[in-house]
């Protein structure tokens, strides 16, 4: 259990809470012990006056009228309090449940891109839901149970031993075969839950991807091939989870017969016994029932000890990733207002996962409030520039200043939150355009909505659609054609009002014509802004203050849109090459 002392504190935060749920735990199980007792009592009243040690019958029905009462008095009490006792560790267990994936949603928030491309979102989505609803057992039902367990074994084994010392330790044989059978089952169980959660993992990364790529899927016609693949996986999901209920299954044979047992060596030798006259009649009967009350927080072992080993291989899973430390941290909390300059200075950058060197000791400086173009090949380390801008990672060698301060011992949030940025391939979320327009801005009025919808180009569109700007966007917006998509996502960024604006690669998806008005108002948006233009595009890069033309990692060329058109290279063919397919 080294994984779930993470959950300790949790402990410890709701310590009153578990305490008074312990106590009524307590309590209602003392009084359900009371039962047998009174029970026995009855009996033996009933025996002494068969025996003739009692004459009075008025006496008997007196006492046992009493004892009646008293059962059904016991019985309500200790139903009441078991009410109690799952209304408080249950609903504990639900609150823990809601800070653990409260944490977990904060730490994969707090991650760095680079984490996201080595782990599937799949398995990250199964590790905040099942893997958590696996500790919230053990939190909830398996702690209550325990207790219950705990409470009845030790003040009913006490009563017994006060009863008849010699009758309890016959009825205790069976118990260290029951304690070995569990250890055993134990180690079993933790090892199955383990393969359970991670093929858990795969089938939910399986129809993760398979729901965002339908579209490709239907198009290639490959229908019956995914379905062949997700038979696989799901098959084997169903062999280990048979395999780990097979384990399970064996908890309660054992326990029941190993309580049958019990209750046979109290039949045996107290039989023997109240033949030869040492015992009454109802000290076998009360031991029977204490037996019986034992039975199920007994079986309930097996129950309670499979929760905790699936508990502990899922926060095993969870441990992994809380433990991650996100690789780009800010290292300030000092509030600064951004001028908005940008200085690469000797940048190399290498991808640690695929080991591709995408810049080579690049050196350029974007003044505040100037327009900087980067245009290049696919692969030539545009997008990267601008990664490294947002700091979602951070460089290996040279330093980028922000404002002529190293950008990494600036405050990280503070940078982020004065950076508009339209990514090329624009996320939008199963919200409202409205509010998918609103993420750069939260209180935003309408009135700005609509502007800097017009201003993207993307208003009259929006307004053509039957609900307008309260249309709810399909999962990733698929709702929207790929321009309209690009054009709400630069309203996004806009609204905003950042100090620098990146638009990497955003208008793609738009015709000429389209790119000509957006980028007219994207010249009275982006004034005393530093602005990034990302582009294959002349026609995107030729107003800017500075065009930057990278190969291969470097800079080739750096100057104006009339003085590159000048100079023989990658640029000049590029504007001849563009302005030739627009003549035709």
Same mark, same amino acid.
């Given at each position: 259990?080294?994984?779930?002392?993470?959950?300790?504190?949790?402990?410890?935060?709701?310590?009153?809470?578990?305490?008074?749920?312990?106590?009524?735990?307590?309590?209602?199980?003392?009084?359900?012990?009371?039962?047998?007792?009174?029970?026995?009592?009855?009996?033996?009243?009933?025996?002494?006056?068969?025996?003739?040690?009692?004459?009075?019958?008025?006496?008997?029905?007196?006492?046992?009228?009493?004892?009646?009462?008293?059962?059904?008095?016991?019985?309500?009490?200790?139903?009441?309090?078991?009410?109690?006792?799952?209304?408080?560790?249950?609903?504990?267990?639900?609150?823990?449940?809601?800070?653990?994936?409260?944490?977990?949603?904060?730490?994969?928030?707090?991650?760095?891109?680079?984490?996201y491309k080595k782990n599937r979102t799949g398995?990250?989505?199964?590790?905040?839901?099942?893997?958590?609803?696996?500790?919230?057992?053990?939190?909830?039902?398996?702690?209550?149970?325990?207790?219950?367990?705990?409470?009845?074994?030790?003040?009913?084994?006490?009563?017994?031993?006060?009863?008849?010392?010699?009758?309890?330790?016959?009825?205790?044989?069976?118990?260290?075969v029951l304690s070995l059978s569990i250890f055993?089952?134990?180690?079993?169980?933790?090892?199955?839950?383990?393969?359970?959660?991670?093929?858990?993992?795969?089938?939910?990364?399986?129809?993760?991807?398979?729901?965002?790529?339908?579209?490709?899927?239907?198009?290639?016609?490959?229908?019956?091939?995914?379905?062949?693949?997700?038979?696989?996986?799901?098959?084997?999901?169903?062999?280990?989870?048979?395999?780990?209920?097979?384990?399970?299954?064996?908890?309660?044979?054992?326990?029941?017969?190993?309580?049958?047992?019990?209750?046979?060596?109290?039949?045996?030798?107290?039989?023997?016994?109240?033949?030869?006259?040492?015992?009454?009649?109802?000290?076998?009967?009360?031991?029977?029932?204490?037996?019986?009350?034992?039975?199920?927080?007994?079986?309930?072992?097996?129950?309670?000890?499979?929760? =905790?080993?699936? !508990?502990?291989?899922?926060? %095993?899973?969870? $441990?992994?990733?809380?433990?991650? *430390?996100?690789?780009? +941290?800010?290292?300030?909390?000092?509030?600064?207002?951004?001028?908005?300059?940008?200085?690469?200075?000797?940048?190399?950058?290498?991808?640690?996962?695929?080991?591709?060197?995408?810049?080579?000791?690049?050196?350029?400086?974007?003044?505040?409030?100037?327009?900087?173009?980067?245009?290049?090949?696919?692969?030539?380390?545009?997008?990267?520039?601008?990664?490294?801008?947002?700091?979602?990672?951070?460089?290996?060698?040279?330093?980028?200043?922000?404002?002529?301060?190293?950008?990494?011992?600036?405050?990280?949030?503070?940078?982020?939150?004065?950076?508009?940025?339209?990514?090329?391939?624009?996320?939008?979320?199963?919200?409202?355009?409205?509010?998918?327009?609103?993420?750069?801005?939260?209180?935003?009025?309408?009135?700005?909505? =609509?502007?800097? !919808?017009?201003?993207?180009? %993307?208003?009259? $569109?929006?307004?053509?659609?039957? *609900?307008?700007?309260? +249309?709810?966007?399909?999962?990733?917006?698929?709702?929207?054609?790929?321009?309209?998509?690009?054009?709400?996502?630069?309203?996004?960024?806009?609204?905003?009002?950042?100090?620098?604006?990146?638009?990497?690669?955003?208008?793609?998806?738009?015709?000429?014509?389209?790119?000509?008005?957006?980028?007219?108002?994207?010249?009275?948006?982006?004034?005393?802004?530093?602005?990034?233009?990302?582009?294959?595009?002349?026609?995107?890069?030729?107003?800017?203050?500075k065009i930057i033309v990278l190969e291969n990692?470097?800079?080739?060329?750096?100057?104006?849109?009339?003085?590159?058109?000048?100079?023989?290279?990658?640029?000049?063919?590029?504007?001849?090459?563009?302005?030739?397919?627009?003549?035709?």
């Amino acid at each position: 259990m080294k994984a779930l002392k993470y959950i300790n504190k949790y402990f410890i935060k709701y310590k009153w809470r578990i305490l008074i749920g312990l106590l009524i735990t307590i309590l209602s199980k003392l009084l359900a012990l009371k039962v047998p007792q009174v029970v026995g009592d009855s009996l033996n009243v009933v025996e002494d006056y068969t025996e003739g040690k009692i004459t009075d019958l008025k006496v008997i029905e007196h006492e046992l009228l009493i004892n009646v009462l008293l059962i059904i008095g016991v019985a309500i009490l200790a139903g009441f309090f078991t009410f109690l006792m799952r209304q408080t560790i249950i609903v504990t267990s639900r609150l823990i449940e809601f800070d653990l994936k409260n944490e977990i949603y904060q730490q994969y928030q707090q991650l760095s891109l680079n984490f996201y491309k080595k782990n599937r979102t799949g398995d990250l989505m199964n590790r905040i839901s099942e893997d958590v609803s696996k500790v919230r057992m053990y939190v909830g039902p398996a702690v209550m149970y325990t207790m219950n367990m705990l409470v009845l074994i030790a003040v009913g084994f006490t009563q017994m031993i006060n009863i008849d010392v010699k009758l309890t330790m016959y009825t205790l044989l069976p118990f260290p075969v029951l304690s070995l059978s569990i250890f055993l089952l134990s180690k079993v169980i933790h090892k199955r839950s383990s393969i359970v959660q991670e093929y858990l993992s795969k089938l939910t990364t399986f129809n993760q991807e398979f729901f965002s790529g339908i579209s490709v899927v239907k198009s290639y016609g490959i229908e019956k091939s995914i379905i062949k693949d997700f038979d696989e996986i799901s098959n084997l999901s169903k062999e280990k989870n048979i395999n780990l209920h097979k384990a399970n299954a064996l908890f309660f044979p054992v326990m029941i017969l190993l309580i049958g047992i019990s209750n046979l060596i109290v039949i045996y030798v107290g039989g023997k016994r109240y033949i030869n006259d040492e015992i009454q009649i109802g000290t076998i009967i009360e031991f029977m029932l204490y037996v019986n009350i034992l039975t199920w927080p007994v079986a309930v072992i097996g129950w309670v000890t499979s929760m =905790i080993q699936q !508990a502990e291989a899922s926060q %095993v899973r969870i $441990n992994e990733f809380l433990n991650e *430390k996100p690789e780009i +941290t800010s290292n300030s909390n000092k509030p600064i207002t951004l001028k908005g300059k940008v200085t690469f200075k000797n940048v190399t950058f290498t991808y640690d996962d695929t080991n591709i060197t995408a810049l080579k000791n690049i050196s350029f400086t974007a003044n505040s409030g100037e327009t900087i173009a980067i245009l290049g090949k696919t692969g030539s380390g545009k997008s990267t520039i601008i990664e490294l801008v947002a700091r979602l990672y951070d460089t290996q060698k040279g330093t980028i200043y922000i404002d002529d301060e190293p950008i990494e011992k600036a405050n990280l949030d503070a940078i982020r939150n004065q950076i508009g940025f339209v990514p090329q391939d624009p996320f939008l979320f199963s919200e409202s355009i409205s509010n998918n327009i609103k993420f750069g801005k939260e209180d935003a009025t309408e009135a700005e909505i =609509i502007k800097a !919808a017009k201003d993207a180009v %993307v208003h009259d $569109n929006i307004i053509d659609f039957p *609900k307008g700007y309260d +249309t709810i966007l399909g999962e990733r917006g698929v709702t929207l054609s790929g321009g309209q998509k690009q054009r709400v996502s630069i309203a996004r960024a806009i609204i905003k009002k950042p100090k620098i604006l990146i638009f990497d690669d955003c208008l793609s998806a738009v015709d000429t014509e389209t790119e000509e008005q957006i980028l007219a108002n994207l010249k009275q948006v982006s004034k005393n802004k530093t602005t990034f233009i990302i582009s294959h595009r002349v026609s995107s890069a030729k107003n800017a203050d500075k065009i930057i033309v990278l190969e291969n990692g470097k800079i080739s060329q750096e100057g104006t849109h009339n003085q590159l058109v000048t100079e023989n290279g990658y640029y000049k063919d590029l504007y001849n090459q563009q302005l030739l397919e627009k003549e035709n």
